[in-house]
DNA sequence: AGACGAATGTGAGAGGCTCATACATCCAAT
DNA sequence: ATTGGATGTATGAGCCTCTCACATTCGTCT
């Protein structure tokens, strides 16, 4: 934990390989894709031999799975961010789905690994991660659904909330809206309307004095 | 173009190669994903050299999103069935969210290659297909969404619509539900209900200020 | 019909990547 | 100081992508 720069004189060990390389990954993975992404470019970043990445993580998925979940833990800092800056529970919901997709625009490598395919399924505490999020938010749908709906419909509109997130999320990387940087602003405002409608229909007609 | 089955006795060309080599390329996909797919195993499933494939793709991108689009079109298909079943336009379009669930269950390999990252941002095609989708329904979003509200409204739903029916299915296949085959019935009931909801906010008069 | 150019497939190979294995080096606890 | 375990290196096998020169076949033009 000591030396931070790279090489000193006897430098043979690193100090702390394992995080330096989850930045590697990240750095490669937002200029490249995780498809351009590779163990021994990683390596090759950070001064290390092609071999050395394998005594940390166990294959390349272990490696893009650590730092997809590194960006988890990021992205969930910026949800709680997100959350105190609205006043309403009604609010706060929609907030949540807008942040996500204006974070997407700015961190576009790392929703790649969030979302890139077979990773969640392989690791745990990754495809946890979405639960997290709706634990987050559930204080706040408990009251925006009517008590007499029960629990289940909470935890209903806090899946529905993460999919349309994910989903104008998608849309927007894939490009389906123009350029993700320069319509990124518009679609998360759409992204929040979305989900004020969806908590619209979930909830009483009105809950809302203004 | 004659030739349908295989490798007469003079059969060094194959007869339409292409097409046979997307057809590989979706069983490998259905079975090992996108990530492990390889030009090669597909070549090696169409009897045919490894370099053959250059010949009809320029990369192995070329290969993976012809595939796609070959998915995309048979989605269309099913998307066009979920619409006839369904009598009011309301729940017409509730019906295609289920639908687009429904299949993703069934043709996971399909959905790997439709959402792989940089597929649709390479391919014109493919990223318009989206678009397709759109068209395909705006009539119904017409009958639903108040007149006054305007064109753009009614496009507005239905990229909610896209957005929550894709991010059910990516929550679907990460396994978050739990395993997919098993929940998918359940999670397309859940889809179509957080469908209906969003079609009843949108419908509700305008409370946002755009 | 016969010949020729274009399209399509083959074979061999360069270069890169993942991952395993044996070895070198360094830290920490005795 | 020694020694055992953790960490990095060196090497290499095996696979993959993609290229290039060459072989084979198809369609077309005379």
Redesign the pocket.
Known sequence: MACSGGRER?????????AALVRATLEIVDEVGVRG????????RT?????????????????LAAAALEVSRRLRAIHLEAMTTASSPHERLAAVAGSYVRAAAVHRGGFDLLFAPGLRTHHLELRDSTREFIDLLLPSAFEVVPPEQGAKAAVGLLEALSAVARGYVALLLDGVFGEPGAVAAEVAVRATRAARALVDGYGLPDTTPS
């Open positions: 006897g430098a043979y060990h690193h100090g702390d390989l394992a992404f590779s163990v021994a470019e990683a390596a090759r001064r290390v031999s092609p071999g050395a990445p394998y005594r940390h993580f166990a294959d390349r998925d272990a490696l």
